[in-house]
Structure formats: structure tokens, C-alpha cells
């Protein structure tokens, strides 16, 4: 089991997001039709959809509601699957399946804004478009296809033109690009938080400080026990993903972690702001090995990228690299730019990046690898874990229900693997194109 998560106080979200509801922890035997455990996006967007339809429900959350990656991640709510391509999902689900999933996945943004307008909830949102740009000429082609499958699908998606990339961006270093004009970005702190006291508002209960150290079978339900008290449940949803800290045994060898950091500059000036990202949308430098930002509310710059050999590990130098890397595709960055806030998080990635799901016993499921996309995933996830609360069929749920396995053992290396090959094959690409190539690529 691993409980050496990274801190959770160095983001800057913690420093920045709305106050979390009151709550309190357990410490009482109660029943309900329905527990949920883990206060991340998963278990609270599912609770909200049950608690709005008059469902009792109670969720137990170990920290605190957006203690796991909901609390500390970079912020992009980029409502796509970052791994399969829509014809790839469409061979692995089947057509139908694959159609459901589409389609709640691609709405994902559009749940975010629905539950941050109902519950003004104060989260920083912006929905002003995703871009994933063409640093090589010969990107532009696979941009291309993705830009048509999303927009075959409804999706208001767009190729662009280096022109239009420009005035999007404000950087001239892109040969055009991918522009999917529902992606959004948060403060992924207040986000959760403000889902927890939604939550509370419909009339389901969370207990915060309540790990769950059993589930035990009773006569007719389940007794999720915590070390001061016990809900006695029909049925038992775990939504502990990457941050599951027992609970259900071995729910914590469907993933392996995989660490990412994010770092925060000081505040842009004004005038810089209107240069650089005067979209104001989530950025994709479109490198295999990804390097995505986006403004805050106070507009710092976030930043996110995979630490590979001394990216992460060497602070001065990652530091260093991220500034260098920005300052190339947009000049007008100060050079004299700090970094305010760098933190790390954990993934829980499994080969297929698509959430699984796990049917543990009856009436019991199981919800983790949510990988790199929660925040449309999680936020959408509500929709078809609560199906399955209903009672709708299996074969009918837009994710399949299988039985607990094991994450393969090369996904311990595979991510660093594949990124790797991701930086070379974009390197000889650039080369054989001509192209120059970011600083530490
Ligand atoms: C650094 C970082 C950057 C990321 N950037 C992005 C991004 O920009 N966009 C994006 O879409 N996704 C991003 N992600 C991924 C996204 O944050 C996650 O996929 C998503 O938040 C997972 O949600 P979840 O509900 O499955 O789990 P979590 O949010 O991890 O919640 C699980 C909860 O379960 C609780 N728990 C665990 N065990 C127990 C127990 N025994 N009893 C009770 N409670 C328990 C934990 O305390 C935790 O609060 C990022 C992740 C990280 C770490």
C-alpha cells in the first residue's frame, strides 16, 4: 500500500482556494441506502447526482474533500481522452458503449460549468477553449484527424492556422493547432470543495477525518467501518483512486503511481497578460511529452509536466527548464519571473486511461485510473456511477464492470517509457524538418 503522498499543503491551491463546508468525522453506526468513499471529484460528483434525486447518501473522506489529486491537480478541465482515439475507444467498447462513454466524456466541461453555475461555486472557471498546438509541421496532420473525430461528434472543434494560433496564444512558434472550444480551467481546490458543500445542500452527508478501514458483509447490506463509527449501507461505492489508503483490499494494485509536478509563477503584469495566452484557455505546447499551463484567477502561469531523469527530481534545474521553455514560446514573459509554487501529485495510471471499474461483491463497486483527465472525468463520472446505483443493466453502463485485476507490472515503467520515445521521436522529427527545438528538449 502506498501512503507516501506528496504534501498537500505546497500547492497553490491550498493557498488560494475557497474555505472547505464544515463537517465533522464519524463517529456514530448510521444507515443510508448509499456510501460512497473518497471525497474526490468521482465519489462527490456521484453523491450530488444521488443526493439531488432524493437518495440518501453518505460519503466518508479520509483528509478531507479534494485531498487527492481533485485538490491539488493543474486545472485543466479538457473534456477529451488524452490516450485512444475516438475510432481506437470505438474497437475496445464497441459502438455503443463507446458512443455513451463519448458522449458523457466530451460533455464533461459542460457538467463542470452546469454545477459551478447552479452552486456558485467560486472555482476561478473559465471556459474559453483548449488548444494543442503544432511545434513540427507534422503534427498538424494528426491534429487534424483529432480535430474532425471531435467535431463529428459535436464537439465545437477546429484546426487553426498559425495566424489564428498566434492571436490565440500569443506565440508565434506554432504552425497552427487544435482548438476545442469547451475546454475549461479551474482552481481544482475550490472546485472540490465547493462540490462538497453541493453536496451538503442536496442533503448528503460527508464525514471528513474518516478513513475507511473495512467493508464487511452483513446481513443484508454492508457496515463500512471507520476507527469511531460505521455506516450501514445497501450499497458501497469506493472512489479512493490514486490516493486509496486501504479501504478495499488490494483496490490499490489496479494502478501504479505516477508522479507529477506542477510549479506557479508570481503573478503576471497586465500588460504581459495580454501577450501571452490572451485567450486565456488551457495551452498545450503539443510535445509528446506534454507540457501544459494555463492562468490562475490571479494570473500566475501553472504549469505542468512528468518528471523524467533530472526534470523533478533537480529543483534549480526544473525550475530553470520550465522558465526557459515558456520564455521560448512567449518572449513577453519576464525573464525575472519567479516561481511562487511547485508541488507534486500522484496519478493512478493503468493501461487503459479510460476509468475502470470494479465489481468487489454484490452491491459493492469500485472506481479508480482516472489517470490524467479528472476533472471532466471525475465530474462526469457522477452520471454513471449513479446509473449503476439505479440499477441499470451491466451491459447497458458506458464503462464495463470487471472483476479487480492487477495493474501489468511493466506500467511501473511504461509512462517514463513512452515519454521518453515521445521526446525523441519529436526530436527527429524537428531535426529532419528543420525545425528548431525548445531549450532542454
Ligand atoms: C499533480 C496533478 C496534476 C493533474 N492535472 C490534471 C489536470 O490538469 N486536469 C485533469 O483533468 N486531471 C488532472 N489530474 C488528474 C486528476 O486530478 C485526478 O484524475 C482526479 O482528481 C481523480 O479524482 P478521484 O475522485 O478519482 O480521486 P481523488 O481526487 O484522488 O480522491 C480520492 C479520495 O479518496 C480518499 N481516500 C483514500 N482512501 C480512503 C479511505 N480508506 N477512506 C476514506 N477515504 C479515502 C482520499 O483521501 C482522496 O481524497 C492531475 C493529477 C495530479 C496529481
Known sequence: MNTQFSPFEESLWHATAIKAPLTSSLEEVIKTDICIVGGGYAGMSTALELAKDGISVILLEAKE???????????????????????????????????NLIQRQTSGANIAAEYIQKYQIDCEWRQNGYFEGALIKSRLSLLQKKAESYAEVGCPSILITSEQAKKLTGSDRFFGGWLLKSGGHLNPLSYARGMARAVLQEGGLIFTESK???????????AVKTS?????????????????????????????????FVAATNPMPKDVRRKVLPFDGTMHD???????YKYDGEGRLVVSMFPVGKRGRDLPYTKKMLLDRLRWLHAAIPEGTQWDYFWFGELDMQRHTIPRLYHLAPGVIGCTGLSGRGVPTGTMLGGILSDWVRG?????????????????????????????????RDHIAARLEGTELPPHA
Open 212 to 222: 475507511v478501514d473495512e467493508v464487511e458483509q452483513i446481513n443484508n447490506g454492508w
Open 65 to 99: 474533500p479534494g485531498f487527492g489529486g481533485s485538490g491539488r491537480n493543474a486545472g485543466h478541465c479538457t473534456p477529451t481522452f488524452h490516450y485512444y482515439s475516438l475510432t481506437a475507444l470505438r474497437k475496445v467498447l464497441g459502438i455503443e458503449r463507446a458512443k
Open 392 to 424: 441499470v443493466r451491466d451491459q447497458e453502463l458506458a464503462l464495463p464492470l470487471e472483476k479487480l485485476s492487477t495493474v501489468p507490472a511493466y506500467m511501473k515503467i511504461a509512462p517514463s517509457l513512452m515519454l521518453r520515445w515521445y521526446g525523441i
Open 228 to 260: 469511531k463509527g460505521k455506516v450501514i449501507a445497501d450499497k458501497v461505492i469506493m472512489c479512493t483512486g490514486a490516493y486509496t489508503d486501504g479501504g478495499w483490499k488490494d483496490l490499490d494494485k489496479t494502478f501504479n503511481i505516477q508522479k507529477v
Open 286 to 292: 503539443g510535445r509528446g511529452d506534454i507540457c501544459v
